[in-house]
């Protein structure tokens, strides 16, 4: 198989630099609650979840250590989260230029609630690179690492799965592109990435590795 005909984006940590502020703001919540991660383990098993799930996994994880959180802790969470995003989130480097260059449609398919998505493009101004495609998860029955968002982002730009290049900085994300047939590269490029996430990544199977868009490889032949 030759280059790509489409190229589908995941947003946080792809996109704009978004995961090294919320999972900052993230663990020192929830240490303050006693629901204690290490680096690896929370990246391994967070990122790239709808907040649906991963709010439903910390829950199950408090439970099981028999930790109270708060009941509106999700909220606590993305206020806090969001008061940073409005000041300090930009878009990772050469991010615009790829998705402008690139010779065929585009699209976002993010974890991400559907207005929450939107407004993270609009700070970072890269909403009008993506027009109508940019997708939710919220329109789909399950998230990453399922592969339902990555195969509905493909129909709505009609393009064969296996014609598109699948961009993911987590293992979640990945796993979501292997399974809908997708190339998949994984991108280290994020502010929030540590130094074994590129090996994790190869771990679940991405097609190749970047830290940097240059780095991308487009043949998949590669």
């Given at each position: 198989?030759?280059?790509?005909?489409?190229?589908?984006?995941?947003?946080?940590?792809?996109?704009?630099?978004?995961?090294?502020?919320?999972?900052?703001?993230?663990?020192?919540?929830?240490?303050?609650?006693?629901?204690?991660?290490?680096?690896?383990?929370?990246?391994?098993?967070?990122?790239?979840?709808?907040?649906?799930?991963?709010?439903?996994?910390?829950?199950?994880?408090?439970?099981?250590?028999?930790?109270?959180?708060?009941?509106?802790?999700?909220?606590?969470?993305?206020?806090?989260?969001?008061?940073?995003?409005?000041?300090?989130?930009?878009?990772?480097?050469?991010?615009?230029d790829l998705a402008e260059a690139f010779d065929g449609?585009?699209?976002?398919?993010?974890?991400?609630?559907?207005?929450?998505?939107?407004?993270?493009?609009?700070?970072?101004?890269?909403?009008p690179l993506f027009g109508a495609h940019v997708y939710?998860?919220?329109?789909?029955?399950?998230?990453?690492?399922?592969?339902?968002?990555?195969?509905?982002?493909?129909?709505?730009?009609?393009?064969?799965?296996?014609?598109?290049?699948?961009?993911?900085?987590?293992?979640?994300?990945?796993?979501?592109?292997?399974?809908?047939?997708?190339?998949?590269?994984?991108?280290?490029?994020?502010?929030?990435?540590?130094?074994?996430?590129?090996?994790?990544?190869?771990?679940?199977?991405?097609?190749?590795?970047?830290?940097?868009?240059?780095?991308?490889?487009?043949?998949?032949?590669?």
């Amino acid at each position: 198989m030759g280059a790509p005909q489409a190229i589908i984006f995941d947003c946080d940590g792809v996109l704009v630099d978004s995961e090294v502020i919320a999972i900052s703001v993230e663990r020192e919540h929830l240490s303050g609650w006693g629901l204690v991660y290490d680096t690896e383990t929370y990246l391994s098993r967070f990122v790239g979840l709808h907040n649906r799930d991963y709010h439903a996994a910390l829950r199950q994880d408090a439970k099981d250590r028999r930790i109270d959180l708060p009941s509106d802790f999700p909220a606590i969470i993305q206020s806090a989260i969001w008061t940073r995003f409005e000041t300090e989130l930009t878009a990772i480097e050469g991010a615009r230029d790829l998705a402008e260059a690139f010779d065929g449609p585009v699209a976002v398919a993010s974890s991400s609630e559907q207005d929450k998505l939107h407004r993270k493009l609009e700070i970072t101004g890269l909403a009008p690179l993506f027009g109508a495609h940019v997708y939710s998860s919220d329109r789909v029955e399950h998230g990453k690492p399922a592969p339902d968002l990555f195969l509905y982002a493909a129909g709505k730009l009609g393009v064969e799965p296996a014609s598109c290049l699948v961009i993911e900085d987590s293992e979640n994300g990945v796993r979501a592109g292997l399974a809908a047939g997708m190339r998949v590269c994984g991108f280290t490029g994020g502010g929030h990435a540590d130094a074994g996430l590129a090996d994790r990544l190869k771990a679940a199977g991405a097609h190749q590795v970047a830290g940097t868009f240059p780095d991308i490889r487009y043949s998949v032949s590669d």
